[in-house]
């Protein structure tokens, strides 16, 4: 319980203000109200920085408001100071989030590992998350963004797959065809185990092929 100098007393519990005193006679008396107030000043007149330092006082200061019952939130005067500090962070927050994705998915890939088609895909594909990482509205929706364009990339295949991909077909159409190349019924046989084998050999070969040169 305070006491106003004309004798009046308030308790920090009472409900309403008593007679004789104004709400500026109450912040004065309590101190958890005047700490808030305080903490909300340091924010207030200067631009908002996306840094630690800000965090941390903005965190300070909505942490001790938080903390105040409903009755002392009433009598900080200068909320509204926390509130635009806290929304001023926020979107130098999910700018900077924003700035990070697209960086990320601008190197997500080399470009010099695809072929002329995929290429075009490839650029696509980043513009198209470019854009949806811009219209992001929050951090969650630049990360979802984000996973998505990466998700298209990871199915545009590069150079070295499309040729390990026609390489496997060439072994399997060499194989076809070497099986095909003569009639066994042909032969008589112990000819026919020399086929079989001859084509057994080729098969190894083929398989162990590294270029379409070797498959040849």
Sequence with gaps: TFTKAEGVEWSSGADGIPEGWTVQDKVEVDPDV??????????????????????????????????????????????????GAEA??????????????????????????YRDAQKTELADAINDGNTAIDAATDIDAVNT??????????????????TAEELAAAKENAKAELAAYKNADDYRDAQ?????????????????????????
């Design 34 to 83: 005047l700490e808030v107030i305080d903490l909300i000043d340091e924010l207030a007149g200067v631009d908002v920085e996306y840094t630690d330092e800000w965090k941390e006082k903005i965190e300070a200061a909505r942490e001790a408001y938080d903390a105040l019952t409903d009755e002392q939130k009433e009598l900080v005067e200068n909320y509204s100071v926390l509130t």
């Design 145 to 162: 963004a984000l996973a998505n364009a990466k998700a298209v990339i990871d199915g545009i295949k590069t150079d070295a797959e499309l």
């Design 88 to 113: 001023d962070y926020d979107a130098l927050a999910l700018a900077a989030a924003k700035e990070a994705a697209k960086s990320e998915l601008e190197t997500y890939k080399n470009a010099d590992d």
């Design 192 to 216: 026919k185990t020399e086929l079989a084998n001859a084509i057994n050999d080729g098969n190894t070969s083929i398989d162990a092929a590294t270029d379409f040169d070797a498959v040849a």
